[in-house]
């Protein structure tokens, strides 16, 4: 009988030690849970892109020296770019991924693409264009940022950088500005990428390729991944 009870005693104790080291375990992987969601949504917060495709429906932007609308070029590069930049593990949240603009005015669609960058509170917000100048030999990408950000600065002359990945021999420098709609309304660091000049025929025959345009859009999403880690 009293053997018995020391049995007993012993059974129940390795039971009650079993429970509170199961505890122990469970409360160690919600605590290591929560912990990975903290990074991670960090992360997350940090791997946000908008990528602004710039113009759409009834307006086209600048017509090529060859013909080819800028808003057809500037969706084929936002698009090579969101696919980049999400087999990167970012996600990109698209002004628009169709022909169409996002409202019948000017005004309105503009309204829209800033609110969307505003309310998504991207790390950074990359708006693609083509430039247009009156005499045909002016050629190659810059990159426009907010004269008050020194975010805006730091992705522009990251960016300007990348972009030499596409043409070496490319003199411009990124440029502040404080007039462009987009670049004063907004509340994040925002770029303005004009990727060429539609006036110049070479380069606009270059724009209206895809091999072209899927090097700008790797090359932008180098800028990109290189500003959002914080290397440069
Ligand atoms: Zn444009």
Do not use: W
């Given at each position: 009988m009293l053997k018995g009870d020391v049995f007993l005693r012993e059974k129940l104790g390795i039971v009650a030690l079993m429970a509170v080291l199961a505890g122990i375990i469970?409360?160690?992987?919600?605590?290591?849970?929560?912990?990975?969601?903290?990074?991670?949504?960090?992360a997350d917060a940090n791997n946000l892109i908008v990528i602004d495709s710039g113009h759409g429906g009834k307006d086209p932007g600048k017509v090529g020296i060859n013909g080819v609308d800028e808003k057809d070029v500037n969706l084929k590069i936002a698009l090579k770019l969101k696919k980049i930049l999400?087999?990167?593990?970012?996600?990109?949240?698209?002004?628009?991924?169709?022909?169409?603009?996002?409202?019948?005015?000017k005004s309105e669609d503009?309204?829209?693409?800033?609110?969307?960058?505003?309310?998504?509170?991207?790390?950074?917000?990359?708006?693609?264009?083509?430039?247009?100048?009156?005499?045909?030999?002016?050629h190659g990408a810059q990159v426009f940022y907010y004269t008050n950000?020194?975010?805006?600065?730091?992705?522009?002359?990251?960016?300007?950088?990348?972009?030499?990945?596409?043409?070496?021999?490319?003199?411009?420098?990124?440029?502040?500005?404080?007039?462009?709609?987009?670049?004063?309304?907004?509340?994040?660091?925002?770029?303005?990428?004009?990727?060429?000049?539609?006036?110049?025929?070479?380069?606009?025959?270059?724009?209206?390729?895809?091999?072209y345009q899927e090097r700008l859009a790797?090359?932008?999403?180098?800028?990109?991944i290189e500003y959002t880690s914080g290397e440069k």
């Open positions: 469970i409360l160690s992987q919600t605590v290591g849970d929560r912990l990975y969601e903290q990074v991670s949504g960090r999400e087999e990167q593990g970012m996600t990109v949240i698209m002004t628009r991924e169709d022909e169409n603009s996002l409202a019948d005015s503009m309204q829209k693409r800033v609110a969307m960058i505003n309310e998504g509170k991207p790390a950074l917000a990359v708006s693609i264009h083509q430039n247009s100048y009156p005499s045909e030999e002016v950000s020194t975010d805006g600065e730091r992705a522009a002359r990251i960016m300007q950088e990348a972009l030499l990945d596409v043409d070496s021999d490319n003199k411009r420098k990124e440029k502040a500005n404080d007039t462009y709609y987009m670049l004063k309304r907004t509340e994040v660091p925002v770029i303005i990428v004009e990727c060429g000049f539609l006036s110049n025929r070479s380069e606009a025959e270059l724009l209206a390729t895809e091999e790797q090359a932008i999403a180098k800028g990109i």
